[in-house]
């Protein structure tokens, strides 16, 4: 409809440095529900181990690791 490509727009964003994390609270700050419901989706961003997820997500959009 306006040309968006979230795939796109997200390889644009972390080529930039910004980390899943931010994402997740970005989506969190701008979610439309009640607060009690914003405290539940940051809990979970709290325990969530981001730092595990960010190797996946730059092999999906860098190509598998040319390391070994």
Same mark, same amino acid.
């Given at each position: 409809m306006f040309d968006t490509e979230l &795939? *796109?727009? =997200?390889? %644009? %964003? &972390?080529? +930039?440095? +910004?980390? +899943?994390?931010?994402f997740y609270e970005a989506g969190v700050a701008g979610a439309l529900c009640d607060e009690t419901t914003k405290e539940r +989706?940051?809990?979970?961003?709290? *325990? =969530?181990?981001?730092s595990a997820a960010e190797p996946a997500v730059q092999q999906t959009f860098n190509g598998p690791s040319r390391e070994g």
């Open positions: &795939t *796109r727009d =997200y390889e %644009a %964003a &972390t080529s +930039l440095g +910004l980390s +899943l994390r931010f +989706l940051r809990g979970i961003g709290g *325990r =969530y181990d981001w």
